[in-house]
T-cell receptor, first 112, second 113 residues
Framework: TQLLEQSPQFLSIQEGENLTVYCNSSSVFSSLQWYRQEPGEGPVLLVTVVTGGEVKKLKRLTFQFGDARKDSSLHITAAQPGDTGLYLCAGGAYNQGGKLIFGQGTELSVKP | DAGVIQSPRHEVTEMGQEVTLRCKPISGHDYLFWYRQTMMRGLELLIYFNNNVPIDDSGMPEDRFSAKMPNASFSTLKIQPSEPRDSAVYFC???????????FGPGTRLTVL
């Protein structure tokens, strides 16, 4: 069974601080995605990384896919209250038609 | 463009009643996924369809749960009879061509008393 473990589960920081969220597995994935979910809404895709070692930037967010395609990280620089939410990583399973394996999520709270 | 549409947004019912959740995927998407989200278990895949055909229903908890997709623009998830432990937020998501990018609906918050 493929599993994705996210850490930390909860993170409470002050505005302006930096943070990193990790997503780890013993399995290899065809791709890795990060979603953000706000209360009362469904997850929204932030980014997809496909190539081992790939780094993508989205404003203050930096996403990296591990060289072995088993892990990923999300780094936020100078966090803002608007970054508050649940961050989910999801791995694409090979030959399973778009099926995703989701991590448990990281609940981020950024206080002004 | 309309995103994934789910109804109802909230459902409160009593134990033993039948519950039907509805989903309209994004037009042109050929994959549809049903998930359940709880604090304890996170986001769990229940079942997914490709071109209206169920592909993997290994996540369906038990026979009380059933899902159908009669056409490309509509799917239902039914729980009969419902139990308090079924209380959760149920999400529908769709994608195109087997790509991993999934687009989620707003969810249905189900409370079974």
């Amino acid at each position: 069974t493929q599993l994705l473990e996210q850490s930390p589960q909860f993170l409470s920081i002050q505005e302006g601080e930096n943070l990193t969220v990790y997503c780890n597995s013993s399995s290899v994935f065809s791709s890795l995605q990060w979603y953000r979910q706000e209360p009362g809404e469904g997850p929204v895709l932030l980014v997809t990384v496909v190539t081992g070692g790939e780094v993508k930037k989205l404003k203050r967010l930096t996403f990296q896919f591990g060289d072995a395609r088993k892990d990923s990280s999300l780094h936020i620089t100078a966090a803002q209250p608007g970054d508050t939410g649940l961050y989910l990583c999801a791995g694409g399973a090979y030959n399973q038609g778009g099926k995703l394996i989701f991590g448990q999520g990281t609940e981020l709270s950024v206080k002004p | 463009d309309a995103g994934v549409i789910q109804s109802p947004r909230h459902e409160v019912t009593e134990m033993g009643q039948e519950v039907t959740l509805r989903c309209k995927p994004i037009s042109g998407h050929d994959y549809l996924f049903w998930y359940r989200q709880t604090m304890m278990r996170g986001l769990e895949l229940l079942i997914y369809f490709n071109n209206n055909v169920p592909i993997d229903d290994s996540g369906m908890p038990e026979d009380r749960f059933s899902a159908k997709m009669p056409n490309a623009s509509f799917s239902t998830l039914k729980i009969q009879p419902s139990e308090p432990r079924d209380s959760a937020v149920y999400f529908c998501a769709s994608s195109f061509g087997g790509r991993n990018e999934q687009f989620f609906g707003p969810g249905t918050r189900l409370t079974v008393l």
